[in-house]
């Protein structure tokens, strides 16, 4: 069965903290994605990677950076975590029309 | 951008009844997809529609892909309490380097 994980269900990090959000796919996708969702906002794109070491900036990339060194592992950073990124954070991959998507990181920032 | 609407926000029905999502944009898109997110997990395919007015079952769901490629519907039939969850449609301009356009998602609610 075809698998994206994301390294932790749950993260509690103090604002200012450099935050790491790391997913690995098994299924040789080319295409990665970081979603943010929130209430009422639905999914919203992040950042996303056509291949390794390529990156495009999604619709809210403000406060985020993202690195691809490898074909099955996508990073989300945070450089300085901020309340206002307390979110339920989602990764996918894909290589055609459907996304698999991770189980989420629920990361809370105090 | 591209844009897909899906209203209400939140859909209350009792257990055994029918139900109804339909997901809209003033986009074409030539491919629609339905996701389904249970609580506390990412969203799944349910069904995924390639043709301008094809109809597509997956068990009690059953999903058509409106003729002006401008719209889709989701039917859920007998509802179960495992229905529970919020209901994402999507939508893809295919092309190079293409990607998901989500809706906002309904959460979906079934009183036993």
Known sequence: DVKVTQSSRYLVKRTGE???LECVQDMDHE???WYRQ????????IYFSYDVKMKE??????GYSVSREKKERFSLILESASTN????????SSINYGYTFGSGTRLTVV | GQQLNQSPQSMFIQEGEDVSMNCTS??????WLWYKQDPGEGPVLLIALYKAGELTSNGRLTAQFGITRKDSFLNISA????????????GLVTGANS???????????VRP
């Open chain 1, 38 to 45: 929130d209430p009422g906002l639905g999914l919203r794109l």
């Open chain 1, 31 to 33: 295409n990665m994605f």
């Open chain 2, 26 to 31: 003033s986009s074409i898109f030539n491919t």
């Open chain 1, 57 to 62: 900036k999604g619709d809210i990339p403000e």
């Open chain 1, 18 to 20: 450099k935050v790491f």
């Open chain 2, 79 to 90: 509802s179960i309490p495992s229905d529970v969850g919020i209901y994402f449609c999507a």
């Open chain 1, 85 to 92: 990124q307390t979110s339920m954070y989602l990764c996918a």
């Open chain 2, 99 to 109: 990607k998901l356009t989500f809706g906002k998602g309904i959460t979906l609610s």
